[in-house]
């Protein structure tokens, strides 16, 4: 037999993993294409907390002039925000 069977064309023990090689740098390059595109556009994924207190709604409710000052203080007294 002059070369013939899967060890003689590249198909030995160790080919059988190669696949998963190849999908990791796939991933891995595109994965530091959209980081890299992102770093240099500046854009950032901000990510907040929510704010669920009731303080934390009325001073957002406030920010936005959804109420006043006078309200927004009696209403901050009224839950016992300092």
Request: glycine content about 18%; cysteine-free.
């Amino acid at each position: 037999m002059m070369g013939g069977g899967f060890g003689a064309m590249g198909w030995g023990a160790g080919m059988g993993f190669g696949w998963i090689f190849m999908v990791l740098f796939w991933v891995l390059l595109i994965a530091g294409t959209v980081w890299l595109v992102l770093a240099l556009t500046g854009q950032t994924v901000q990510r907040q907390a929510p704010r669920s207190s009731a303080l934390g709604i009325l001073e957002e409710r406030f920010a936005r002039g959804e109420i006043d000052a006078a309200e927004y203080q009696a209403r901050k007294s009224a839950i016992g925000g300092a």
